[in-house]
């Protein structure tokens, strides 16, 4: 390699404005995201995120940006789905599969810096990519919000993922709070394939993953990358012997394709696409119902059909597509691209193993069994996003050390359905009067009334200035407006920058505006379902923004979020062999959207009535209700060593984050009710919904055919409301610091061949132990920290070709 290569591949990946996550890889002086390109091929530039220029840099940006390699793992992670494969590396990135949560359980959420999962924007290729048609009612994290569902997205066709721990809306627009995931797709030339399966060491939850990934060429420069991968993750159940329930990870099968590429139109001009489809089917288990006899409500069940009690199951046939098309070229000495991207999530419920007693009860009046069908059809909901984006940018060498101008616009149409399920699971058939027999038990069909369809659009217009005023000093600035139709105009604004005290030493900060626009999701759900609380079953309203219910309550209409972030941070780099980052940062978020406490006849007599009419217990709403205050550090180190024959690198991350709700804002027809409107349980739900503390440090040892990896993870305490809650005498759920450990052992036989056997979760630690009564999933603990799940072993064989 040129010793002019080599100077690029510094100043391209270098850790002093970047964070290089290859664990067990090498570190970013001698690995390159572009090693799937031969030595001599021409040096390409890499696209950043947070920044627009064409010949930017890790080192040109004063943003705190970790860049993680993926390769590796898709060729011998021990996690075989993105959402957990980046938990277990990144520290400041949080997922957790949840149990007994209904459709939190089917489709696993995400965030950074212990913000709300819709509080961090998802790009992939640089292009917004589209949330999740659900919104999350029930488990342990991300309550209230809607997110990205990453495991749509398969990690054998990904290259990398850049995570930009700030916030970036008046880059990139709404969502961008906490930050931005870039998931970087890739096209390289050539095929390659995995085969890998893990179970959990107690025998269940057996995991199946065919994976194979093919580039190949389109005429002369141009390639098209193909990924093929089939998924089938068996059930898990950690419920104590004699408990009927089922608690573990959902069942999950299905296939997933993608399509990336380029085709070059001579100079730099281009035509590139990507187009993916995920269809999934998942099945998580309800809470049981008693049998005849037990303390059970005993019209919720059957005695011809399930005399012993019985099982739920919530299946969810799940559509995920996403497909972009856009051309990039030049206009003289500017840079122009435009762009169309398309997404699309549905999920269609259907319940199995159970029945409406309601009708079963009906049969048994009419001189039958008491029989009910014991499947139904719940109906479900899909969201849709299409965006079009024109970008133009221009880099002038002649003001100061060169600025670089860049603008453009975009315009956005959202889409949400809510479409009813059959009449048998929701309908009543033999009077409201029996309580809570109506419908599927375990997740009753959405109704007539919950039906919706529901458009939006908008409009955005930005500019962003990147300026060198000297060869130390780096300025970033950045301003974005937005207009929606159903709510109104937001402005937002950004300014960054770094100063490279020496060679060694860079100090980096940034001042920004944000906002998060209400997801449709928040806005127009509407459903009547059955909660357990404290073992016992309560039927609840989620009533709509707008409909009867929240307006006799006074609810206003919801409107957007706003915040201000702030950051300081230093790079130090003293040698080639080592590198750290830290990063101190503030996020400040005003009319935040929370799903809002239990309101019904007792603590708020004015709904009673209203209720009481619809035949149910409490209603809740979405509102914007809180201002919050976020306050944390992340912290990263790297080092290389030779030792003995091979090279050990090490690497450490860290991530504190402290949310605190500062402010409670009740609507006028609700002052006096603030603890109803945010009870100290879902106000835990928002502060400690993820660990304050996450700690990853790994160790890679190489040494000729042999490669190891051995990982600690951290996860610090936490703090979960009980239902019966501290005013009843009851104390909170406290979650003590766990750390779990993952290993593994490569062979290469050669340098297309490898075979990887590992263990994750090695010394089964799991959460501390709560009163199952007073927990969300009516477990001994809650999915926190790194799950239930408990220990784990994979063998994973790959092969280029």
Same mark, same amino acid.
């Given at each position: 390699m040129s010793k002019m290569r080599k100077a690029i591949l510094l100043a391209l990946y270098g850790a002093s404005a970047a964070t290089v996550f290859t664990p067990g890889i090498s570190s970013a002086q001698t690995a390159t995201p572009a090693a799937e390109k031969p030595a001599d091929a021409p040096i390409q530039t890499m696209t950043i995120v947070g920044s627009r220029r064409a010949n930017t840099s890790a080192t040109n940006t004063p943003l705190p940006i970790d860049f993680i390699s993926v390769s590796k793992q898709a060729e011998q992670g021990g996690q075989f789905d993105l959402a957990q494969t980046l938990a277990n590396i990144s520290p400041s990135f949080n997922s957790t599969r949840q149990t007994g949560a209904d459709g939190a359980d089917l489709i696993d959420s995400a965030s950074l810096r212990g913000l709300g999962s819709d509080q961090t924007l998802v790009l992939v290729n640089g292009k917004r990519r589209?949330?999740? *048609?659900?919104?999350?009612? #029930?488990?342990?994290?991300?309550?209230?919000?809607?997110?990205?569902?990453?495991?749509?997205?398969?990690?054998?066709?990904?290259?990398?993922?850049?995570?930009?721990?700030?916030?970036? +809306?008046?880059?990139?627009?709404?969502?961008?709070?906490?930050?931005?995931?870039?998931?970087?797709?890739?096209?390289?030339?050539?095929?390659?394939?995995?085969?890998?399966?893990?179970?959990?060491?107690?025998?269940?939850?057996?995991?199946?993953?065919?994976?194979?990934?093919?580039?190949?060429?389109?005429?002369e420069k141009g390639v098209l990358g193909i990924t093929v991968e089939y998924t089938d993750r068996g059930r898990s159940n950690r419920a104590d012997p004699g408990n009927p329930r089922t608690i573990g990870d959902t069942k999950v099968t299905g296939p997933t394709v993608y399509l990336n590429g380029e085709v070059p139109n001579g100079g730099n001009d281009k035509l590139y696409f990507t187009l993916g489809t995920q269809q999934r089917k998942a099945s998580s288990a309800a809470w049981a119902r008693g049998g005849i006899g037990s303390d059970d409500i005993p019209s919720r069940n059957s005695a011809a059909m399930y005399p012993n009690g019985f099982v739920p199951y919530i299946n969810g046939d799940i559509n995920d597509i996403y497909g972009t098309l856009g051309y990039r070229w030049e206009i003289g000495e500017w840079r122009a691209d435009l762009s169309?991207?398309?997404?699309?999530?549905?999920?269609?419920?259907?319940?199995?193993?159970?029945?409406?007693?309601?009708?079963?009860?009906?049969?048994?009046?009419?001189?039958?069994?008491?029989?009910?069908?014991?499947? #139904?059809?719940?109906?479900?909901?899909?969201?849709?996003?299409?965006?079009?984006?024109?970008?133009?940018?221009?880099?002038?060498?002649?003001?100061?050390?060169?600025?670089?101008?860049?603008?453009?616009?975009?315009?956005?149409?959202?889409?949400?359905?809510?479409?009813?399920?059959?009449? =048998?699971?929701?309908?009543?058939?033999?009077?409201?009067?029996?309580?809570?027999? *109506? !419908?599927?038990?375990?997740?009753?069909?959405?109704?007539? =009334?919950?039906?919706?369809?529901k458009n939006r659009n908008s409009i955005a217009a930005y500019i962003d200035i990147e300026t060198d005023v000297s060869n130390r000093f780096k300025l970033q600035t950045a301003v974005r407006g937005e207009r929606y139709s159903d709510f109104g105009s937001t402005l937002t604004g950004k300014l960054a920058g770094s100063y490279k005290v020496s060679d060694d030493f860079l100090m980096r900060g940034s001042l920004s505006t944000g906002f998060r626009a209400p997801s449709l999701q928040q806005v127009y759900f509407s459903s009547t379902f059955t909660d357990f609380i404290s073992g016992k079953p309560m039927d609840v309203v989620l009533a709509p923004n707008g409909g009867a219910v929240a307006n006799a309550a006074g609810i206003p209409k919801l409107k957007q979020e706003t915040s201000n972030n702030y950051t300081l941070g230093l790079t130090f780099k003293p040698s080639s062999t080592f590198s750290m980052t830290a990063d101190l940062y503030r996020i400040d978020i005003s009319d935040r959207i929370v799903l809002s406490g239990r309101f019904d006849a007792n603590n708020y007599p004015a709904l009673g009535a209203t209720l009481s009419a619809l035949g149910v217990g409490q209603a809740q709403f979405f509102v914007n209700s809180i201002n919050t205050k976020t306050q944390g550090l992340d912290l990263t180190a790297s080092h290389r060593t030779n030792l003995g024959a091979g090279k050990l690198s090490t690497y450490l991350g860290l991530n504190y984050s402290k949310t605190e709700v500062t402010k409670v804002q009740a609507p006028p027809s609700l002052r006096g009710y603030e603890d109803v409107l945010?009870?100290?349980?879902?106000?835990?739900?928002?502060?400690? !919904?993820?660990?304050?503390? $996450? *700690?990853?440090? +790994?160790?890679?040892?190489?040494?000729?055919?042999?490669?190891?990896?051995? $990982?600690?993870?951290?996860?610090?305490?936490?703090?979960? =409301?009980?239902?019966?809650?501290? *005013?009843?005498?009851?104390?909170?759920?406290?979650?003590?610091?766990k750390t779990s450990a993952d290993v593994s052992l490569t062979y290469a036989f050669n340098d297309t061949t490898k075979l990887t056997i590992g263990g994750n979760n090695i010394f089964n630690v799991k959460p501390s132990n709560q009163d199952p009564n007073e927990t969300d999933n009516g477990f001994r603990y809650d999915s926190v920290q790194f799950g239930l799940g408990g220990a784990s072993y994979f063998i994973k064989l790959w092969k280029k070709f």
């Amino acid at each position: 390699m040129s010793k002019m290569r080599k100077a690029i591949l510094l100043a391209l990946y270098g850790a002093s404005a970047a964070t290089v996550f290859t664990p067990g890889i090498s570190s970013a002086q001698t690995a390159t995201p572009a090693a799937e390109k031969p030595a001599d091929a021409p040096i390409q530039t890499m696209t950043i995120v947070g920044s627009r220029r064409a010949n930017t840099s890790a080192t040109n940006t004063p943003l705190p940006i970790d860049f993680i390699s993926v390769s590796k793992q898709a060729e011998q992670g021990g996690q075989f789905d993105l959402a957990q494969t980046l938990a277990n590396i990144s520290p400041s990135f949080n997922s957790t599969r949840q149990t007994g949560a209904d459709g939190a359980d089917l489709i696993d959420s995400a965030s950074l810096r212990g913000l709300g999962s819709d509080q961090t924007l998802v790009l992939v290729n640089g292009k917004r990519r589209h949330t999740v *048609a659900l919104v999350n009612l #029930f488990g342990a994290r991300n309550r209230g919000n809607t997110g990205t569902d990453l495991n749509a997205i398969p990690v054998m066709a990904i290259s990398n993922v850049q995570v930009l721990r700030d916030g970036a +809306a008046a880059q990139y627009g709404s969502d961008a709070i906490a930050g931005v995931l870039d998931i970087t797709l890739k096209k390289s030339l050539g095929c390659e394939a995995s085969f890998g399966y893990s179970q959990y060491s107690v025998g269940d939850g057996k995991n199946y993953l065919p994976t194979a990934y093919c580039g190949i060429g389109i005429g002369e420069k141009g390639v098209l990358g193909i990924t093929v991968e089939y998924t089938d993750r068996g059930r898990s159940n950690r419920a104590d012997p004699g408990n009927p329930r089922t608690i573990g990870d959902t069942k999950v099968t299905g296939p997933t394709v993608y399509l990336n590429g380029e085709v070059p139109n001579g100079g730099n001009d281009k035509l590139y696409f990507t187009l993916g489809t995920q269809q999934r089917k998942a099945s998580s288990a309800a809470w049981a119902r008693g049998g005849i006899g037990s303390d059970d409500i005993p019209s919720r069940n059957s005695a011809a059909m399930y005399p012993n009690g019985f099982v739920p199951y919530i299946n969810g046939d799940i559509n995920d597509i996403y497909g972009t098309l856009g051309y990039r070229w030049e206009i003289g000495e500017w840079r122009a691209d435009l762009s169309q991207t398309y997404g699309f999530n549905e999920l269609k419920y259907n319940i199995s193993n159970t029945l409406n007693a309601s009708i079963a009860n009906k049969d048994l009046l009419a001189g039958g069994k008491g029989i009910s069908p014991n499947r #139904f059809d719940a109906g479900g909901f899909s969201f849709s996003q299409a965006t079009t984006n024109l970008d133009f940018s221009r880099f002038f060498d002649g003001f100061m050390n060169g600025v670089n101008v860049a603008f453009g616009a975009e315009y956005r149409r959202e889409n949400y359905k809510i479409f009813a399920g059959e009449p =048998g699971s929701y309908n009543d058939v033999d009077g409201v009067g029996f309580g809570g027999n *109506a !419908g599927s038990q375990g997740f009753p069909g959405f109704q007539p =009334g919950d039906r919706t369809d529901k458009n939006r659009n908008s409009i955005a217009a930005y500019i962003d200035i990147e300026t060198d005023v000297s060869n130390r000093f780096k300025l970033q600035t950045a301003v974005r407006g937005e207009r929606y139709s159903d709510f109104g105009s937001t402005l937002t604004g950004k300014l960054a920058g770094s100063y490279k005290v020496s060679d060694d030493f860079l100090m980096r900060g940034s001042l920004s505006t944000g906002f998060r626009a209400p997801s449709l999701q928040q806005v127009y759900f509407s459903s009547t379902f059955t909660d357990f609380i404290s073992g016992k079953p309560m039927d609840v309203v989620l009533a709509p923004n707008g409909g009867a219910v929240a307006n006799a309550a006074g609810i206003p209409k919801l409107k957007q979020e706003t915040s201000n972030n702030y950051t300081l941070g230093l790079t130090f780099k003293p040698s080639s062999t080592f590198s750290m980052t830290a990063d101190l940062y503030r996020i400040d978020i005003s009319d935040r959207i929370v799903l809002s406490g239990r309101f019904d006849a007792n603590n708020y007599p004015a709904l009673g009535a209203t209720l009481s009419a619809l035949g149910v217990g409490q209603a809740q709403f979405f509102v914007n209700s809180i201002n919050t205050k976020t306050q944390g550090l992340d912290l990263t180190a790297s080092h290389r060593t030779n030792l003995g024959a091979g090279k050990l690198s090490t690497y450490l991350g860290l991530n504190y984050s402290k949310t605190e709700v500062t402010k409670v804002q009740a609507p006028p027809s609700l002052r006096g009710y603030e603890d109803v409107l945010l009870s100290e349980r879902e106000r835990l739900f928002i502060e400690q !919904g993820g660990p304050r503390m $996450k *700690a990853t440090l +790994a160790f890679n040892y190489d040494q000729g055919p042999w490669s190891s990896e051995f $990982k600690v993870i951290h996860y610090g305490s936490q703090t979960l =409301g009980t239902f019966s809650g501290t *005013a009843a005498g009851v104390p909170n759920a406290y979650y003590e610091p766990k750390t779990s450990a993952d290993v593994s052992l490569t062979y290469a036989f050669n340098d297309t061949t490898k075979l990887t056997i590992g263990g994750n979760n090695i010394f089964n630690v799991k959460p501390s132990n709560q009163d199952p009564n007073e927990t969300d999933n009516g477990f001994r603990y809650d999915s926190v920290q790194f799950g239930l799940g408990g220990a784990s072993y994979f063998i994973k064989l790959w092969k280029k070709f």
